[in-house]
Nanobody, 121 residues
Framework: QARLVESGGGLVQAGGSLRLTCAASGFITSVFNANSMRWYRQAPGNQRELVAEIAEVASGSNANYADSVKGRFTISRDNARKRVYLQMNSLKTEDTGVYYC?????????WGQGTQVTVSS
């Protein structure tokens, strides 16, 4: 069964860094490579918002970011390992939330279970 598994969240002070990992477990490599991968986050009481997206390999794996994280976050993909990363630097308290990995593959919209990021002041 193909699924997404996030890891790497935790508690960090403002100004610190974290790297999140999304493992595309059970994916065929060609399917992984053919799909854009996204990181969303959801803070308490807020809607889930798109943080970063990286395009499929055939489109050059271009990355796009929410304005609130530009210059601080970097999304990347390791196609051989079928993983997507979100490097988060200069973290702010408003970055606190549950971070989810997302893609559309195998005919369905797929989400991981999420990983909690808490940034303290």
């Amino acid at each position: 069964q193909a699924r997404l598994v996030e890891s790497g969240g935790g508690l960090v002070q403002a100004g610190g860094s974290l790297r999140l990992t999304c493992a595309a477990s059970g994916f065929i490599t060609s399917v992984f490579n053919a799909n854009s991968m996204r990181w969303y986050r959801q803070a308490p009481g807020n809607q889930r918002e798109l943080v970063a997206e990286i395009a499929e390999v055939a489109s050059g794996s271009n990355a796009n970011y929410a304005d609130s994280v530009k210059g601080r976050f970097t999304i990347s993909r390791d196609n051989a390992r079928k993983r997507v990363y979100l490097q988060m630097n200069s973290l702010k308290t408003e970055d606190t939330g549950v971070y989810y990995c997302n893609t559309a593959a195998y005919g369905r919209d797929m989400w991981g279970q999420g990983t909690q990021v808490t940034v303290s002041s």
